[in-house]
């Protein structure tokens, strides 16, 4: 139980152009779910926490126009990388916290994105 | 504001041998959760063990065991008899009131047979 997936798991686009990845808990409901973005070698820097039916709220220092955040559902959660440049080049990994006493995190694998 | 160190970027051992890795954080915090998480290079994140912090006593999971000392704020990860399949980045995180996960930058492990 506890599985999280991420679609697509690569994706390469050209400069100015949008990318959406999608994060789904598939086997229980998850009222809120994280984005992080990990730089090579680097550790998971949250971006955003998105909340079922209400705004995304945005760590400081992101760029709420450019990172779209989505959560229109228990199970779905979207990320749209707005007019992406070769800077947004990065490892985009989503978790969905379920319930349970611990309220733990578990992780999809992992969106590799390339911007040409 | 919490934060999470560690001080090791890289550690290596035997096969069969036992190591750890250390972590130390920084919080006002009573309440509070820690977790080792582990990442191959699949990229996906493992939960190894996880500690609350109002339990005196150690976390253990088959071979992985931390040794949580609350009042120096150190939580560290040993890994016995370790495997190949041990190799991987570890990261130390931190969860408070906020249910934000507070990383820190990580330490890759290096197994050698």
């Known amino acids: 139980g506890a599985v999280v997936s991420q679609h697509p798991s690569r994706v390469i686009c050209k400069s100015g152009t949008s990318v959406k990845i999608e994060c789904r808990s598939l086997?229980?409901?998850?009222?809120?779910m994280f984005w992080y973005r990990q730089f090579p070698k680097k550790s998971l820097m949250l971006m955003a926490t998105s909340n079922e039916g209400s705004k995304a709220t945005y760590e400081q220092g992101v760029e709420k126009d450019k990172f779209l955040i989505n959560h229109a559902s228990l199970t779905l959660s979207t990320l749209t990388v707005t007019s992406a440049h070769p800077e947004d080049s990065s490892f985009y990994i989503c978790?969905?916290?379920?319930?349970?006493?611990?309220?733990?995190?578990?992780f999809g694998p992992g969106t590799r994105l390339t911007v040409l | 504001a919490q934060t999470v160190t560690q001080s090791q970027p890289e550690m290596s051992v035997q096969e069969a041998e036992t190591v750890t890795l250390s972590c130390t954080y920084d919080?006002?915090?009573?309440?509070?959760?820690l977790f080792w998480y582990k990442q191959p290079p699949s990229r996906q994140m493992i939960l190894v063990i996880r500690?609350?912090?109002?339990?005196?006593q150690n976390a253990t999971e088959n071979r992985f065991s931390v040794n949580f000392q609350k009042a120096a704020k150190s939580f560290s990860l040993k890994i016995s008899d370790s495997q190949l399949g041990d190799a991987a980045m570890y990261f130390c995180a931190y969860r408070g009131n906020t249910d934000k996960l507070i990383f820190g930058t990580g330490t890759r492990l290096q197994v050698f047979p």
């Open positions: 978790s969905a916290r379920g319930g349970g006493s611990y309220n733990e995190q578990f």
């Open positions: 500690q609350e912090a109002y339990k005196q």
């Open positions: 919080t006002s915090e009573s309440d509070y959760y």
């Open positions: 086997d229980f409901q998850a009222t809120t």
